[in-house]
């Protein structure tokens, strides 16, 4: 969730230890849970109406051992509308030999993204056909999907309970053939709306995949995810990202989030 | 009488009640913690083990070296699922049945359960779901229109049309990691691979498996095999055999007993003698902890024959006698006087031939030899006191017209046909005593060259016998894949270069680059190189130093040119990732080919397979780009392609993160350790005469290579074994008969026997495996035996005789009567053991049978006609009486 990253506004670190359970679930301040998860993947995803981030990223296996990988993400709402269009640019830098592999996303709230990679080595742009996105991103515990936001309208929420620092929304997919969890349920911190935890269940109901948002800063005045990681116990391990030179409204130009600038990335912004 | 047997004799029901004790304390002691293991948790329950993987010692560099590298490939033990649609023209690919595949590979995700560790801790068992290979759970990579490529599940939904289903065939013969392994080459029939979390859960899994398919009501065959699910049938079958197999071949000793003897409660005696030793071998066993192992579950059916070989010797003289002395007390006495030497001596034969397979460097032999020997020291202890104890525990009424000739003939000679005919035989040994010595001689000419002709083989699924289920499945799975039997060739780099060649690459890296900041860094790169102590040293202190110097530039253009060396390094670092290079990668994609062209491996899967398929996609599916990239970027990039997809932890199946190991899966469609030797030997001489580009190692693992390795061990440790055993009882034989001429004599029927069965094991194409490995020591315990009686009582009657003539007469007498019964009562005895249903067993039976016959007949003929020919110096003019 690298736009976690890119959002924010208060300076808040969440703790994710043991919420209370003492409030009563009416307790919503008025808002539905539809809100409540729009609001959410909107301080995830659509801080700002731009943003950038250098993120190094830890795979670690079941065998403990590291493979890393650094990128620089660049991001743009499109008409800076909350849970609408985006537009995503990922450069790769390390290791040494994906350097200069770039990764575009073009996300639409109502269909498919468009997705593009461009292999350096191979000086070869692909398209990545629209089809699922609970793949690996690149080779991470990450999905595709958890990197560009899950859209608030592909699953049916249920409001499960209010604690005093959380609601603890419970989500199942309106399409179940589409995705590999039977539900998933998210700890949305109720001040900043940041998720900071996420729990997929399988059909048997165990938990097998965890999201964690594990240190949030207040960057330009916006509570800003700034370290987190995903783990899954059928493969083992984890994968860890920590996110530095966080910015926001940097007014990025529209361009460069387009085939073209694959092959030659926009310097200027990524630094 | 020696005072073992008198004691007995004296007290002869104290004797019974202790034999009946010890035998129910052995059985308790073995009943109570396997029946109640809490209660008793001092003592050892039983345990069955039935991994061919232990015929190694747990510390065994070959298996820790196997087992470090599962772990480190992630491989685990599989469940395969074979299957076949012979009734439909598309086989497997029809929407009915590949549904049902659909349905069984969702099924067997959910074969999960949680048991409780020994540390109180839960511990998930059963299926391990992500590592499945199945349509619904592997991806296809594929072109997608407008230039695209997509990872998608190969089958995401059950295939609502036929079209759909036929797809499924197309997509995956596309992809060589699943060509040939999910999809059979004649596109027919699929397979499931089923991961397992341990072997010994492959029961329940395959349980489940079963009933799930149960519910199937199409027209496709599932076959149910791998090696786990053997080595689970394996354990139920050796049960049916000591269960079964054992017990037969008692019976029958039993009616063959009678058949001789004609007394029933007289013949019950041997039946106890037996019984005692196998319950008194096989508690021990269990209680010091040994498990029933494929080898020890066969001693109860080697200590039962031996067991009752002393105590027919003993009838067999008692029933000869008898009708002369007419009185049981100085019938056994005479009986035990004769018999008391060779008895011991056979025993003390037999012990060393089985005691000297704990000179194997197999653990299961040892065990299985020295709990042999001590059954068979059991079998003679109980034999010298409970035989005699029994018979004085029988009134003397219930001997009334026993014995041979005791219903009247002139002489027991010339009673019974028997007595004719081996009086016959001893005629003919002397008379043509050079004949007969001549075609021994010759006999063991022609097994010397059939010795010359073994093939050392063996193949655990084998050891079902052929029509058994699981070789049924094995024939229809290697028919059609590329094997089910998996090989492991493990590519290793050695251990990382040190800090000066990392130098020369980073100075050729910086070089290149020909910047200032290059130019600074490669300056600080050559003062280091000397005092830097690894290549990770030097590299952690320029990057230190680089890092620095790019966060100072205020200028992009600086900062980018300092970006550029961190860059640099990073290549640099990355160079010793051996399994991206290109040049090393073709050299697997030769290797391969090369294996392919031999015809002795069914199929190899590796990464340069992923690199090519993930590049022909990246090309537009054209078969030219189905290739290794020329340069190491390009390399990485397609793996990093592949890692976009379902399941990229796949990739650390074939290759470590770090790119310094990978491995090569073969597999193979025969498990028989010749296969494997010849693939070792191929690649072995591919390697010698085809250098790999940079130095890298390879090691053989997986479990068709255990296999081979034990079986190398068990040949070299079994003939060292042989030999030091048979001079052992050369020794004891001179020490016996207190002349080295008689110790020679002794050993000539052994020496035969063991020839001529080793030399038709040779020409009639037998396989030398485990169960004939261990024969040669039966053969040198059993064959002996014969020598021992025959020629022991031979010095003893010419003692009494002084005449080689008239001893010999009396040698085929009562001796070589009790020869000839001992040689049918065990040699058809063991007949039972074809009724197993394990081939192992049924091999043991054929040759124990065939080993008594051939000693028997050794003794009987070859003996006599040496001792004919030199009975001048065999028996000294002194020695007469």
Known sequence: MIKQTLIAIGAIVVSTSAPVYAQDASD??????????????????????????????????????????????????????????????????????????????????????DRWLYLPALDLVKRIAPSDERTSFVGSHFFYEDVSGRGPNEDNHVLEEVTDAYYVVNSTPK????????????????????????????????????????????????????????????????????????????????????????????RRHLR | MNPITSSAVSRPASYMWAAAIFSFLMIALVAAPSLAPKAF??????????????????????????????????LHDLVVVGVINEAHEEGVFNTDTLGDVYALAEFAKTIRWDVEREDGEPEQRGVINIDIIAPSTVDSIEQAGLGSVRFDWLLPTPPETEEQALNVRTRAMRIPTLNDTLVSGDGAAIALYIPITSKDVSFRVAKALRGKIAEFDGDAVYYITGLPIAQDQFGVEMFKQMAISAPAAMALIFVLMWVFFRRLNLIVSPMIVAMVSVIGTMGLLVATGYTVHIMSSMIPIFVMPIAVLDAVHILSDFYDRYPKIKDRRKTIDHVMKELWQPMLFTTVTTCTGFASLAFTPIPPVQVFGIFVAIGVFLAWALTVTLIPAYIMLMPERAFSGFGMGARGAASDHEATPLARFLHGVGAFAVARS??????????????????????????????????????????????????????????????????????????????????????????????????????????????????????????????????????????????????????????????????????????????????????????????????????????????????????????????????????????????????????????????????????????????????????????????????????????????????????????????????????????????????????????????????????VRSRQLHRKFGDWAQTAKAAFGEPARAIFRNVVVIGVGFMPLLLAPLVPYQTVGVFISAILVLAGVATLLLTPAVMTIFQKSLFPERSVK
């Open chain 1, 175 to 266: 399409d179940p053939d589409s995705v590999e969890f039977a539900s998933y349920k998210n700890w949305i911190h109720k001040a900043t709306f940041i998720p900071v935890k996420t729990e997929y269940y399988d059909a048997a109901g165990e938990v097998y995949r965890t999201y964690t948002a594990s240190a949030v800063e207040t960057i330009d005045g916006r509570p800003t995810v700034v370290g987190s990681k995903m783990a899954d116990t059928r493969i083992g391990g984890e994968t860890r990202m920590s996110y530095g030179d966080v910015a926001y409204d940097l007014d990025l130009p529209d361009d460069i989030f387009s085939e073209r600038y694959l092959r030659n990335p926009p």
């Open chain 1, 28 to 113: 919503t301040g008025g808002q539905d849970v539809q809100t409540i998860v729009e609001r959410a993947s909107a301080a995830a995803y659509y801080q700002g109406k731009d943003g950038r981030a250098s993120v190094h990223m830890s795979i670690l296996d079941s065998q403990g051992r590291e493979r890393t990988r650094d990128f620089t993400i660049l991001r743009t709402d499109v008409g800076d509308v909350d849970n609408g269009e985006q537009r995503f640019y990922v450069l790769f830098s390390r290791p040494a030999d994906i350097s200069k592999m770039a990764f575009l996303v073009w996300k639409h709230a109502d269909t498919n993204d």
């Open chain 2, 434 to 791: 050079k004949l007969v010595v001549v075609i021994f001689l010759a006999a063991l000419a022609v097994a010397g060259y059939g010795i010359t002709q073994i093939r050392i083989n063996d193949n655990p699924v084998k050891w079902f016998t052929p029509n058994h289920e699981i070789r049924v499945a094995d024939r229809a799975l290697n028919e059609r894949f590329g094997g089910t039997y998996m090989a492991y060739l493990a590519l290793s780099a050695p251990q990382e270069d040190g800090a000066e060649a990392m130098a020369d690459e980073i100075d050729t890296r910086l070089a290149s680059l020909a910047t200032p900041a290059a130019q600074t860094l490669a300056n600080q790169a050559r003062a280091q190189r000397k005092n830097a102590a690894s290549a990770d040293d030097l590299l952690a202190k320029l990057r230190t130093s680089a890092e620095a110097a790019r966060d100072a530039s205020s200028e992009d253009d600086d900062w980018y040119a300092w970006d550029d060396t961190l860059l640099a390094l990073d290549a640099a670092a990355q160079s010793s990732a051996v399994f991206k290079s290109p040049e090393v990668l073709r050299y697997i994609e030769n290797l391969q080919r090369y294996l392919d062209e031999t015809g002795l491996v069914g199929k190899s899967n590796t990464v340069t397979d992923i690199v090519k398929t993930v590049h022909r996609d990246l090309y537009l599916g054209e078969e030219e780009a189905f290739r290794i990239p020329d340069t190491r970027e390009a390399v990485a990039q397609t793996l990093i392609t592949f890692q976009n997809s379902h399941r990229p932890q796949d990739l650390f199946k074939l290759v470590t993160p770090d790119y310094r190991k990978a491995v090569v899966w073969l597999q193979l469609k025969s498990g028989d350790n010749v296969d494997m030797g010849e693939v070792i030997e191929a690649v072995d001489s591919y390697v010698i005469e085809n250098p790999p580009p940079q130095a890298i190692s390879h090691d053989w693992f997986g479990l068709t290579y255990i296999n081979f390795a034990w079986q190398q061990k068990m040949v070299s440790g079994m003939a060292r074994a042989f030999l030091g055993s048979f001079v052992i009882v050369l020794i004891l034989m001179t020490v016996l008969f207190r002349s080295f001429a008689w110790g020679l004599l002794a050993m000539a029927p052994l020496t035969i026997t063991i020839g001529v069965i080793y030399g038709v094991i040779g020409l009639i194409g037998k396989d030398y495996d485990m169960p004939v490995a261990v024969l040669s020591s039966l053969s040198l315990g059993l064959a002996i035996d014969y020598a021992i009686h025959f020629n």
């Open chain 2, 41 to 74: 948790p001092f003592l050892q329950p039983l345990k069955v083990d039935t991994d061919p993987e232990n015929m190694l010692a747990a510390d065994e560099p070959v298996r820790v070296f196997h087992n470090e590298m599962k772990a480190e490939f992630t």
